[in-house]
């Protein structure tokens, strides 16, 4: 009896001693997951924007990884209320994990913007490897009461009304810019190659959505555009205009934007830019890099555009390719897309003369393709649910045009 007695107390024992050290294991995987990143909660003071950006710049040089959690466990709070840009260095990965992060109202910039690039800088560094993840419910939203919108070519006001004016808090005081700009857009990443975003919902952004100026070998996917040319400010609609979804501008080259959905003010995609002669850095312009084209190194090409559903701009085009001037624009790949029936236009190609390479198969629209004047292009299995002729191109030894249907509604 004595022996089964000591058996057992020797087996407990061991049956304590094997949980300590599962505990102690899980205790240190669980460190060694923490330590894979960082978060703005590990930060007790300072302003949320103040914390996260400490998080970033901390991770930098070791983990080259933040999450933003759902919630601020030191604020208290299940927004993150931003003043400032989000700033992303290279070689770092920004994860959004369940939060909502909006604009505050001291807020006169983006959500997020590549480190490289800002306000005076008017020489940019490439950067690479920057990847912008949403995990579960992600939503970046502007400002309850919006500073400026619109782009370089719009005038701020409390009240606008005309097609050249819109609303911000900061019209008519003295010393702010009383034009927008490249500060209303809500995400931009310039001269970064090797780049992903994708897992968000954009809601009532101030100027474009997403914006990639001369970026290379990326990702965008599974974006939501949320937006209606207008904002209620204390109960009163205000209009803001320019609210592009995507803006793919000089220097882009082979990436792939796949799974977006939602409604745009403007174009919900512009691929292309117009030569202003304004360079980096400077205020009124809509981009941060400059709209001055270089050369060669600066034309767009291999963009595809794969898997849209339910998509469509409140005023201009679902997809406006427009290379203007001397930019040129090459191999654009568009496949498998439903624009929705409340679209106001549906492709449309300007200048097309510049184009060299245009793709495009498995497309449902309740708008024409308008791509007149086109060469080295192919338009495969396209149904056209409206009134009017479906396409406006004409066939060519370099024009393909293979079951384009049209159904009279």
Known sequence: MMKIIIFRRVLLLSYFICLCNVLQLTAALNQAVDEMYISPNNYKTGTQSERIQRAINAAKNSTGKVVIPKYDAIAKKSIWL????????????????NCTIKLSDKCRDNFIRSANAGLGINTISPLKNIKIIGKGNVLL???????ATGD????????????????????????????GGWRNHAIILAYTDVFEVSGITLKDYHGHGLVLERCTNGKISDIT????Q?????????QILNQDGMGIRFGCKNILIANCRGRSGDDFINIGL????????????NVVSGSIYRGEIDNISTIYLQNWQDFYSISHRSIRIMPVGKLRISDVFIDNMVISPLAKQGLV????????GLFVRNVISHQPIKASGISQASFRDILYKGQGEAIDVQRSDTVVLDH??????
């Open 274 to 285: 117009t030569d202003t002669g304004v360079g980096a850095g400077e205020e009124n312009v």
């Open 349 to 356: 190609v300007e200048y097309a003369e510049h184009v060299k």
């Open 404 to 409: 384009v249907m049209a159904i009279k509604n």
């Open 82 to 97: 931003i003043d400032q840009a989000i700033l992303l260095p290279g070689d770092f990965e920004l994860e959004l994990n």
């Open 152 to 179: 370089h070519n719009k005038t701020l006001s409390l009240n606008p009304s005309r097609f050249d004016q819109s609303y911000g808090t900061d019209a008519g005081k003295p010393g702010m810019n009383q034009k």
């Open 225 to 228: 555009f949320n937006v209606r």
């Open 230 to 238: 207008a904002v209620n400010v204390d109960g009163t609609d205000q």
């Open 141 to 147: 939203e502007g400002a309850d009461h919006p500073r």
